[in-house]
Nanobody
Framework: QVQLVESGGGLVQPGGSLRLSCAASGSIFSINTMGWYRQAPGKERELVAVISRSLRTNYIDSVKGRFSISRDNVQNTVYLQMNSLKPEDTAVYYC?????????WGQGTQVTVSS
């Protein structure tokens, strides 16, 4: 089993920044892909950013140039630095990791962008 603990969400004004963290623990031999999804009220969950073990990244168009995903393979942690936040970024953010072809999810952390 793999456990994921997220932190860093909260309330921020438009144009502000937040940094999300997600630490993995448990039966981890090698984490492949790590990523962040989000789900806004009344909308489907969408993939925000992913990062491979070789540090290759991919983002949805709406966050390119504003968000940055990174990972620490020693600490088994993935980060999402979110800058220039907009009200439409408001959502519950979930981290996910792939370990030996199995996917695991965090509990979600609320990000609210509002003045």
């Amino acid at each position: 089993q793999v456990q994921l603990v997220e932190s860093g969400g909260g309330l921020v004004q438009p144009g502000g920044s937040l940094r999300l963290s997600c630490a993995a623990s448990g039966s981890i031999f090698s984490i492949n892909t790590m990523g962040w999804y989000r789900q806004a009220p009344g909308k489907e969950r969408e993939l925000v950013a992913v990062i491979s073990r070789s540090l290759r990244t991919n983002y949805i168009d709406s966050v390119k140039g504003r968000f940055s995903i990174s990972r620490d393979n020693v600490q088994n942690t993935v980060y999402l630095q979110m800058n220039s936040l907009k009200p439409e970024d408001t959502a519950v953010y979930y981290c996910t990791v792939v370990v030996q072809s199995s996917s695991y999810w965090g509990q979600g952390t609320q990000v609210t962008v509002s003045s």
